[in-house]
C-alpha cells in the first residue's frame, strides 16, 4: 500500500493511502473525539464531532470521511476547532435529555465523555421546553427498549443493521427535529424484519437503546468483562459475559467487533446476547435427589454418587457392561464428553456411549 | 457424519467462515441458516451483497435465504437425492465436470456415470416438482463456480435416507472438484455449541476420541497403553437404539448428562416406556426436567457460564469456554462429578483434577487435538487438526489430496421415504428450530426469548388454511401413527400445500410426539423431517 505523508498538529506523520484523516490520526497516537463513529462501521459524517481544520481548506473538515492526502496540514485543536466542536455539541444536547442519574449507559455514555472532554455543561441553544420529550418509551419487546428521546441521529444502529446483522430493519425517518430512526412506516419493531440480534444496542453510544433485563443489574463499573464461547448453536461466537462483582450476577451479554480472537466478528443473534437468564433461573437444581417413591428427597453429594456408584456396579455385576448405557451432551466441553466416555469405556467396560448428534 | 467420513474421509465441516468471502457459488440445502446459524446467515448475505456470488437454496419450505437467492428450488420433502443426482446428470451430459481433479483424487466415476444417467432433468422433475430448467440453472451455477460451497444441515442428515443424502452432497462436490480451496467445501452446519467437541472425544458408540474405530487392534492397542484398560471390542448402541434396547430390557441402566430425552428424541410415549422401564437411571442436569422426572438419582450440574473448559465449533476450532459465575446451592460442574462418579468406581485418574489437565489427556489420544493447549487457545481459536504445537492449525481441510489418497464416490438411488402421504395420511409433517428457541427450550423458555414466543405453533399453507377451514390463530389437531398435537395456525406459505411445519421446543405440545423412532441404518439419524400426518380442525 502506498504511503503517505502529511503533518498532524506540527507532528509529520506517514499513512496508507485510502485512510481518513481520523484512521491517520488514531494510527499515529492523535486523539479526536468522535461519536457517530465506530471502528466496525462504515464512516458516515453524521455528528460532526470530529471536526477539523486543513491549511488551505476554507472550511473545517469531518475528518472521519475525509480521505488524508500527500502533504495535508492538519490541525485538530485549534481554537476555531474547539469552538465549533463545542457548538456542534451544543447543538446536540438542545434536546437531549441530560437524565444521566438514572440513564443505563450513565458510565459508558460517549456523549457524556464528549462533553466532558469539551468541558461542557449544558448547552447555550436551549430553551425551556427544548428538551425531546415527543416519543413514547418502547419497551413492548422482551430484548430491548427504545428511548428515542435520547437518540442523537448518529445512525450507528442503522449501519449496524445493514452492514452487520445484514437486515436494514431500521432506517431515517422524517425531517428537521421530526427525524427518527424507526422500522418501515406504521409498523411496531416487533413487527418489522428486526430479529432482535440486539448488535444495535451493542453500539448505540447513549441511552437511546438498552437491553431491556440489564435494567438495576449494575453499572458499567460495577461489570467484570469474561471472555467466553455461546452455548447456543454450533458457530462458537465470542460473548462477553458482563458480571456485577458485588452481586456476582450476570448483568448483561455483549460482544467486541474489536476482538482478534472472535470468529464472529462481534456479530451475535438473539439467543446469544438476550437468553442467557436461564442460568440464575429459580429453576435450577441445587441439591442432589433421590427418588422415594413418586417424589424426590434432597440428599447429600456423598449418599448420591455413593448409591451412583453401586447401582451402576450392581447392573454390570449381575446384567453385563451392554445392560449400561450413556447418555453425553453436545452441551457440554470437550473435557466433560472425554470422561463421560472414558466413564462408558474404560470403567464400567461398554461402547455404548452416544450423545444427540443426531437429534 | 457417517455419509462424508465414507467419501472424503472426514465427517466435518471442510472449510471455515473466512472462506465464505471467496465463494462464487453458494449453494444451501436443507438448512434454514440465518434461523439456526444467525451469524453464519450474516457472512452469506454479506457475501451475496457484495456481488458476483450466485446464490442457490433449495428448500421446501420458502425460508428466509430463498429471498435472496439467485436460483429458488422448492423440493418435495425427502426428496434430496433426486434433486443433486438431477444436478449432477446435467453436469455429466453438458461435460461441466472436473475432470483432472476426479482422476486424480476420486475413486468410482464409472459407477456414478451410469447410476445418474437415469436423473434426467424431467425425471427429477416428476419426483421433486421443481421444473428442470431450474435444476439446469442450478447445476451449471454450481459447476461454473470457479469456487463454489455447499452448506447443508439437519434438512439434509434428518430422514431415515440421511446417509444417501449426505453421500449425494459429497459426490456432486467431487464431481465438480469443489474442495480443499476457500470458497469451496461440503459445510455441514452443526447444530448445538459442542456437537462437533462431543463427536472428536469419542462420545460415539464406534469410536474413542480422534475417530479411532473401537474394532481396531491399534485402537485397543492405543487404550490399553494410555488408560492400562481393556477397550470392548465390538461398537455400542446409539442413543436411539440404546432407548429401544431399554424398552425391550436390554438396558437396565442409564446414565443421562445435559440431554432431555423425554423431548428432544422421536416418538416420545416410547421414551416414557424405556425410562420407566429402567432398573436404574441417573440424570445429571442443570434443570429437573422432562426426562430428569423418571430418575432414581438426580445430581445438580454447573451450567455454562460457571465452568471452565473448551467447545469445539462447526469448523472444527477449538475455543476456551470460561467462568463468570458461581453455581447455585451446591451445583457442581459435570467434569468434577464424573471425576468423582469414575473414582468411586475404582478409576484412578490421577493426571486429571482439572479442564486443563482432561484436556491434555484428549491431546495424548487424539492426534488431532495433541498440538493445542490452554495456554495457545489464550491466543484465539485452533482448528483441527493440528497434530503439533508448532502446527498452526487447519481451517481448510484436503488442500493437499484426501486421508485415503483418494475419495470415493459413492453414488446413491432414490428411495421413497418411509412415510409418504397415504390417503389417510395425506400431509407431510416436518419439524425443526426457530430463530428464539433452542432444541427442548429448558433455557431459551426460561430466558427473555421464552417471553417473545410462548407456545407451539403449525405451520399452515394457505391452500390447505382454506380446505381446512381454519383461519390464523385457530387450533388443529395433527395426528401421526404414533400419537396427536394440538396447537394453534399460523397460515404461511413459508410451507408448501401439503406440508406443516411444527417447532419441536415446547415440551407441553411436544412435536415428537408424532415423529418415528425408525432410524437411517448407517447414521443411526431418525427421521424428523418427513412424517405423514392428518390435519383436523378442533373446536
Known amino acids: 500500500m502506498a504511503s503517505i505523508k502529511a503533518i498532524i498538529n506540527g507532528k509529520s506523520i506517514t499513512a496508507e493511502s485510502g485512510m481518513t484523516i481520523l484512521q491517520a490520526a488514531r494510527a499515529n497516537g492523535i486523539h479526536i473525539p468522535t461519536l457517530c463513529d465506530h471502528p466496525a462501521l462504515s464512516p458516515f459524517g453524521a455528528c460532526r464531532i470530529c471536526l477539523v481544520e486543513a491549511e488551505k481548506n476554507p472550511k473545517l473538515l469531518t475528518s472521519c470521511t475525509t480521505p488524508i492526502t500527500e502533504g495535508m496540514i492538519v490541525h485538530t485543536n485549534t481554537p476555531r476547532v474547539i469552538e465549533a466542536r463545542k457548538a456542534v455539541l451544543e447543538l446536540?444536547?438542545?434536546?437531549?435529555?441530560?437524565?444521566?442519574?438514572?440513564?443505563?449507559?450513565?458510565?459508558?455514555?460517549?456523549?457524556?465523555?464528549?462533553?466532558?472532554?469539551?468541558?461542557?455543561?449544558?448547552?447555550?441553544?436551549?430553551?425551556?421546553?427544548?428538551?425531546?420529550?415527543?416519543?413514547?418509551?418502547?419497551?413492548?419487546?422482551?430484548?430491548?427498549?427504545?428511548?428515542?428521546?435520547?437518540?442523537?441521529?448518529?445512525?450507528?444502529?442503522?449501519?449496524?443493521?445493514?452492514?452487520?446483522?445484514?437486515?436494514h430493519a431500521i432506517d431515517f425517518q422524517g425531517r428537521g427535529i421530526h427525524t427518527s430512526i424507526q422500522p418501515p412506516v406504521g409498523s411496531p419493531i416487533e413487527e418489522s424484519d428486526c430479529v432482535f440480534c440486539g448488535q444495535c444496542v451493542q453500539v448505540c453510544p447513549v441511552g437511546a437503546l438498552f437491553e431491556k433485563t440489564a435494567a438495576g443489574q449494575g453499572r458499567p463499573w460495577?461489570?467484570?468483562?469474561?471472555?467466553?464461547?455461546?452455548?447456543?448453536?454450533?458457530?462458537?461466537?465470542?460473548?462477553?459475559?458482563?458480571?456485577?462483582?458485588?452481586?456476582?450476577?450476570?448483568?448483561?451479554?455483549?460482544?467486541?467487533?474489536?476482538?482478534?480472537?472472535?470468529?464472529?466478528?462481534?456479530?451475535?443473534?438473539?439467543?446469544?446476547?438476550?437468553?442467557?437468564?436461564?442460568?440464575?433461573?429459580?429453576?435450577?437444581?441445587?441439591?442432589?435427589?433421590?427418588?422415594?417413591?413418586?417424589?424426590?428427597?434432597?440428599?447429600?453429594?456423598?449418599?448420591?454418587?455413593?448409591?451412583?456408584?453401586?447401582?451402576?456396579?450392581?447392573?454390570?455385576?449381575?446384567?453385563?457392561s451392554d445392560a449400561l448405557g450413556f447418555f453425553s451432551s453436545a452441551r457440554c466441553t470437550n473435557e466433560e464428553n472425554y470422561l463421560m466416555q472414558r466413564l462408558a469405556r474404560e470403567v464400567m467396560g461398554t461402547n455404548n456411549v452416544d450423545h444427540c448428534a443426531h437429534l | 457424519?457417517?455419509?462424508?467420513?465414507?467419501?472424503?474421509?472426514?465427517?466435518?465441516?471442510?472449510?471455515?467462515?473466512?472462506?465464505?468471502?471467496?465463494?462464487?457459488?453458494?449453494?444451501?440445502?436443507?438448512?434454514?441458516?440465518?434461523?439456526?446459524?444467525?451469524?453464519?446467515?450474516?457472512?452469506?448475505?454479506?457475501?451475496?451483497?457484495?456481488?458476483?456470488?450466485?446464490?442457490?437454496?433449495?428448500?421446501?419450505?420458502?425460508?428466509e435465504m430463498a429471498k435472496y437467492a439467485d436460483v429458488y428450488i422448492r423440493q418435495k420433502s425427502g426428496s434430496d437425492v433426486v434433486l443433486l443426482n438431477g444436478l449432477m446428470h446435467v453436469i455429466l451430459r453438458e461435460n461441466l465436470y472436473a475432470s483432472d481433479f476426479i482422476e486424480k483424487n476420486v475413486n468410482n466415476f464409472e459407477k456414478l456415470k451410469e447410476t445418474m444417467s437415469k436423473y434426467t432433468p424431467q425425471y427429477v422433475s416428476e419426483i421433486t416438482g421443481v421444473s428442470p430448467e431450474l435444476i439446469e440453472d442450478a447445476a451449471r451455477a454450481y459447476a461454473k463456480g470457479p469456487n463454489s460451497a455447499i452448506f447443508?444441515?439437519?434438512?439434509?442428515?434428518?430422514?431415515?435416507?440421511?446417509?444417501?443424502?449426505?453421500?449425494?452432497?459429497?459426490?456432486?462436490?467431487?464431481?465438480?472438484?469443489?474442495?480443499?480451496?476457500?470458497?469451496?467445501?461440503?459445510?455441514?452446519?452443526?447444530?448445538?455449541?459442542?456437537?462437533?467437541?462431543?463427536?472428536?472425544?469419542?462420545?460415539?458408540?464406534?469410536?474413542?476420541?480422534?475417530?479411532?474405530?473401537?474394532?481396531?487392534?491399534?485402537?485397543?492397542?492405543?487404550?490399553?497403553?494410555?488408560?492400562?484398560s481393556d477397550l470392548p471390542a465390538t461398537p455400542g448402541l446409539s442413543v436411539v437404539e440404546m432407548m429401544h434396547a431399554a424398552g425391550e430390557g436390554k438396558i437396565k441402566g442409564m446414565y443421562i448428562m445435559g440431554e432431555n430425552s423425554m423431548v428432544t428424541e422421536p416418538d416420545s410415549d416410547h421414551v416414557r416406556h424405556a425410562l420407566k422401564k429402567l432398573d436404574f437411571l441417573v440424570v445429571q442436569d442443570i434443570f429437573l426436567t422432562e426426562t430428569a422426572e423418571f430418575a432414581h438419582v438426580v445430581l445438580p450440574a454447573a451450567s455454562w457460564g460457571e465452568k471452565d473448559g473448551t467447545f469445539t465449533n462447526t469448523c472444527r476450532a477449538v475455543q476456551r469456554v470460561r467462568k463468570a459465575v458461581d453455581s447455585p446451592g451446591e451445583a457442581r460442574p459435570d467434569w468434577e462429578i464424573l471425576?468423582?462418579?469414575?473414582?468411586?468406581?475404582?478409576?484412578?485418574?490421577?493426571?486429571?483434577?482439572?479442564?486443563?489437565?482432561?484436556?491434555?489427556?484428549?491431546?495424548?489420544?487424539?492426534?488431532?487435538?495433541?498440538?493445542?493447549?490452554?495456554?495457545?487457545?489464550?491466543?484465539?481459536?485452533?482448528?483441527?487438526?493440528?497434530?503439533?504445537?508448532?502446527?498452526?492449525?487447519?481451517?481448510?481441510?484436503?488442500?493437499?489430496?484426501?486421508?485415503?489418497?483418494?475419495?470415493?464416490?459413492?453414488?446413491?438411488?432414490?428411495?421413497?421415504?418411509?412415510?409418504?402421504?397415504?390417503?389417510?395420511?395425506?400431509?407431510?409433517?416436518?419439524?425443526?428450530?426457530?430463530?428464539?428457541?433452542?432444541?427442548?427450550?429448558?433455557?431459551?423458555?426460561?430466558?427473555?426469548?421464552?417471553?417473545?414466543?410462548?407456545?407451539?405453533?403449525?405451520?399452515?399453507?394457505?391452500?390447505?388454511?382454506?380446505?381446512?377451514?381454519?383461519?390464523?390463530?385457530?387450533?388443529?389437531?395433527?395426528?401421526?401413527?404414533?400419537?396427536?398435537?394440538?396447537?394453534?395456525?399460523k397460515i404461511t406459505d413459508r410451507v408448501p400445500a401439503g406440508t406443516v411445519f411444527l417447532p419441536f421446543h415446547f415440551s407441553e405440545t411436544s412435536a415428537n410426539i408424532l415423529t418415528s423412532a425408525k432410524i437411517d441404518p448407517y447414521s443411526k439419524t431418525p427421521g424428523f423431517k418427513v412424517n405423514a400426518v392428518k390435519l383436523e380442525k378442533t373446536v
Open chain 2, 1 to 63: 457424519m457417517t455419509g462424508l467420513g465414507e467419501t472424503l474421509g472426514s465427517g466435518a465441516m471442510t472449510n471455515d467462515f473466512e472462506s465464505i468471502k471467496s465463494a462464487d457459488t453458494i449453494l444451501i440445502i436443507g438448512s434454514n441458516t440465518t434461523e439456526n446459524h444467525p451469524v453464519i446467515g450474516s457472512f452469506i448475505k454479506e457475501r451475496k451483497r457484495k456481488g458476483n456470488c450466485t446464490l442457490i437454496v433449495c428448500d421446501p419450505r420458502k425460508i
Open chain 2, 339 to 489: 471425576l468423582a462418579v469414575g473414582k468411586r468406581l475404582g478409576a484412578s485418574w490421577n493426571d486429571m483434577n482439572s479442564p486443563e489437565t482432561i484436556f491434555n489427556a484428549i491431546g495424548r489420544i487424539a492426534p488431532a487435538y495433541a498440538g493445542i493447549t490452554y495456554a495457545r487457545l489464550e491466543g484465539g481459536a485452533l482448528p483441527w487438526p493440528c497434530p503439533t504445537c508448532e502446527h498452526p492449525g487447519t481451517p481448510i481441510l484436503y488442500t493437499t489430496g484426501f486421508p485415503r489418497g483418494k475419495a470415493d464416490f459413492s453414488p446413491c438411488d432414490w428411495v421413497k421415504p418411509d412415510e409418504w402421504p397415504t390417503e389417510e395420511y395425506p400431509f407431510i409433517a416436518t419439524t425443526g428450530r426457530i430463530l428464539y428457541h433452542y432444541h427442548s427450550g429448558s433455557m431459551t423458555r426460561r430466558s427473555s426469548t421464552g417471553e417473545f414466543i410462548k407456545e407451539m405453533y403449525i405451520e399452515v399453507n394457505p391452500a390447505d388454511a382454506t380446505a381446512l377451514n381454519v383461519k390464523d390463530g385457530e387450533q388443529i389437531k395433527v395426528t401421526s401413527r404414533r400419537g396427536e398435537v394440538s396447537g394453534s395456525v
Open chain 1, 222 to 320: 460495577d461489570l467484570e468483562k469474561v471472555k467466553t464461547v455461546c452455548s447456543y448453536c454450533g458457530v462458537g461466537c465470542e460473548l462477553e459475559v458482563n458480571v456485577n462483582k458485588k452481586t456476582g450476577k450476570i448483568a448483561n451479554v455483549t460482544t467486541n467487533y474489536s476482538s482478534p480472537t472472535a470468529l464472529n466478528k462481534g456479530r451475535s443473534c438473539v439467543k446469544g446476547r438476550f437468553a442467557w437468564q436461564f442460568v440464575h433461573s429459580e429453576d435450577r437444581l441445587t441439591t442432589p435427589l433421590i427418588r422415594e417413591g413418586d417424589t424426590f428427597r434432597k440428599a447429600s453429594w456423598d449418599e448420591a454418587l455413593s448409591l451412583v456408584a453401586e447401582k451402576l456396579g450392581e447392573v454390570k455385576t449381575k446384567h453385563g
Open chain 1, 92 to 167: 446536540i444536547l438542545v434536546r437531549h435529555p441530560l437524565e444521566c442519574f438514572s440513564c443505563a449507559s450513565n458510565g459508558k455514555c460517549e456523549l457524556q465523555d464528549v462533553a466532558y472532554e469539551l468541558g461542557v455543561k449544558d448547552s447555550r441553544f436551549a430553551d425551556p421546553g427544548d428538551t425531546n420529550t415527543s416519543h413514547k418509551l418502547e419497551d413492548a419487546n422482551p430484548f430491548y427498549v427504545r428511548d428515542l428521546n435520547k437518540c442523537i441521529l448518529c445512525g450507528r444502529c442503522v449501519r449496524v443493521c445493514e452492514e452487520h446483522a445484514i437486515y
Open chain 2, 152 to 228: 447443508y444441515t439437519m434438512g439434509i442428515t434428518q430422514h431415515l435416507n440421511g446417509t444417501d443424502n449426505v453421500r449425494t452432497v459429497a459426490n456432486l462436490a467431487l464431481l465438480c472438484g469443489m474442495l480443499g480451496r476457500p470458497g469451496t467445501g461440503v459445510n455441514p452446519l452443526r447444530g448445538q455449541n459442542n456437537v462437533q467437541g462431543a463427536c472428536d472425544t469419542g462420545c460415539l458408540p464406534e469410536v474413542i476420541p480422534g475417530y479411532q474405530k473401537v474394532t481396531l487392534p491399534a485402537t485397543q492397542q492405543k487404550v490399553k497403553e494410555l488408560w492400562g
